[in-house]
């Protein structure tokens, strides 16, 4: 069964640099899929960050490619998020994912998400 | 940017009934179209697919249907579980979803 969990700091100071990871367990990251980053404002609607596989081939939202570099680690069945420059918008869910075939289909197993708060 | 339009924006309904949400594009995304279902402080959960197609697992009370710019949600019998937020999502162009729909009991 697949799992994905994210984890990184709860609490993030505003122009500060936002890390995340997910962590994927009873799947190989590497066998061919694509595994993405989806965000959640508190109250309100989804958006996609971005998509990566294990190539480090990736995928990302036009507005927000500026702030935004995602990385993989086979080694440690790993993925990861980065986004610089954060401000009070960025206060959101951030789920892990994985994309249900190809590079950008459904996401079709999700984490359970973390919140992380922009805050100073 | 492709533009994703849910209505209704709240849903009533009883355990029970049938209800249709349905979701609107910008411009065409052909099939590429998917529905989720969430609940309270849960991850969303993969219903539909390809605009009609039902995901393993999903109680087949669900259905997709619908082509080019004009989509909808299906819920047959509604059953206490489904009681939640539904979105829509394209995935034609990169992706977008639509604001969701929250269905309430009655």
């Known amino acids: 069964q697949v799992h994905l969990q994210e984890s990184g700091p709860g609490l993030v100071k505003p122009s500060e640099t936002l890390s995340l990871t997910c962590t994927v367990s009873g799947f190989s990251i590497s066998s061919g899929y694509y595994w993405g980053w989806i965000r959640q404002p508190p109250g309100k609607g989804l958006e996609w960050i971005e998509n990566i596989d294990h190539t480090g081939s990736s995928y990302y939202n036009p507005s927000l490619r500026s702030r935004v570099t995602v990385s993989v680690d086979t080694s440690t069945n790993q993925f990861s998020l980065k986004m610089t420059s954060v401000t009070a918008a960025d206060t959101a869910v951030y789920y892990c994912?994985?994309?249900?075939?190809?590079?950008?289909?459904?996401?079709?197993?999700w984490g359970q998400g973390t919140l992380v708060i922009v805050t100073s | 940017d492709i533009q994703m339009t849910q209505s209704p924006s709240t849903l009533s309904a009883s355990v029970g009934d049938r209800v249709t949400i349905t979701c609107r594009a910008s411009q065409s995304i052909v099939s590429w179209l998917a529905w989720y279902q969430q609940k309270p402080g849960k991850a969303p959960k993969l219903l539909i697919y390809d605009a009609s197609s039902l995901e393993s697992g999903v109680p087949s009370r669900f259905s997709g249907s619908g082509s080019g710019t004009e989509f909808t949600l299906s819920i047959t019998s509604l059953q206490p579980d489904d009681f939640a937020t539904y979105y829509c999502q394209q995935y034609h162009y990169y992706y977008s979803f639509g604001q969701g729909t929250k269905l309430e009991i009655k």
């Open positions: 994912g994985r994309v249900r075939r190809g590079s950008t289909d459904p996401f079709d197993y």
